[in-house]
T-cell receptor, first 108, second 115 residues
Framework: GIQVEQSPPDLILQEGANSTLRCNFS?????LQWFHQNPWGQLINLFY???GTKQNGRLSATTVATERYSLLYISSSQTTDSGVYFC??????????FGQGTELSVKP | ETGVTQSPTHLIKTRGQQVTLRCSSQ?????VSWYQQALGQGPQFIFQ???????GRGNFPPRFSGLQFPNYSSELNVNALELDDSALYLC??????????????FGQGTRLTVV
């Protein structure tokens, strides 16, 4: 089955800094989602992005399906951005396959 | 429009017992998927229900079973609980299965502890 690799596994930032999170996947995909898991465990939808670039406020995402990767950009980070970020492409059966996540900690 | 809701939020069970977790899908959604997330790991797909039929299953033993009702809410049942079943169980709903290119939305999860 499809393998999903996220990097870096951990990231510590000072408030106001920018960051790029990367997601590589081993097979072609039709769709992909990015999530932010808050400290209480809920997965919050960030982007539904099969290809191209989308922006939502300080966050943006780019998926290059032909090269099997997706990037999540966080600009002017805030302490509330802390948590775990997951990339999850859909496999051929239409099921979300999650990576191990990137744990982000933003310090004031 | 109501979101995805799960109950209970926390649960403690003894090894060997059985447990039922519940999920109400978002209004208008007919597809529910269940995931297990162990501590420090990404969620793992358990199974999916689409219009009351099982529509795919991950690598989980038969003691993990499910059900979807006519109103598209769903249950996850786990028999003969083991210590390794301790995890956060997440439910996601969508307008249709993922191969129909629809976005999934998650509930807040049920944290199960087996002692």
């Amino acid at each position: 089955g499809i393998q999903v690799e996220q990097s870096p596994p951990d990231l510590i930032l000072q408030e106001g800094a920018n960051s790029t999170l990367r997601c590589n996947f081993s097979d072609s995909v039709n769709n992909l989602q990015w999530f932010h898991q808050n400290p209480w465990g809920q997965l919050i939808n960030l982007f539904y992005i099969p290809s191209g670039t989308k922006q939502n406020g300080r966050l943006s995402a780019t998926t290059v399906a032909t090269e099997r990767y997706s990037l999540l950009y966080i600009s002017s980070s805030q302490t509330t951005d802390s948590g775990v970020y997951f990339c999850a492409p859909y496999n051929q059966g239409g099921k979300l396959i999650f990576g191990q996540g990137t744990e982000l900690s933003v310090k004031p | 429009e109501t979101g995805v809701t799960q109950s209970p939020t926390h649960l403690i069970k003894t090894r060997g017992q059985q447990v039922t977790l519940r999920c109400s899908s978002q209004s208008g959604h007919n597809t529910v998927s269940w995931y297990q997330q162990a501590l420090g790991q990404g969620p793992q797909f358990i199974f999916q229900y689409y219009r009351e039929e099982e529509n795919g299953r991950g690598n989980f033993p038969p003691r993990f079973s499910g059900l979807q009702f006519p109103n598209y809410s769903s249950e996850l049942n786990v028999n003969a609980l083991e210590l390794d079943d301790s995890a956060l169980y997440l439910c996601a709903s969508s307008l249709a299965p993922g191969y129909m290119n629809t976005e999934a939305f998650f509930g807040q999860g049920t944290r199960l502890t087996v002692v």
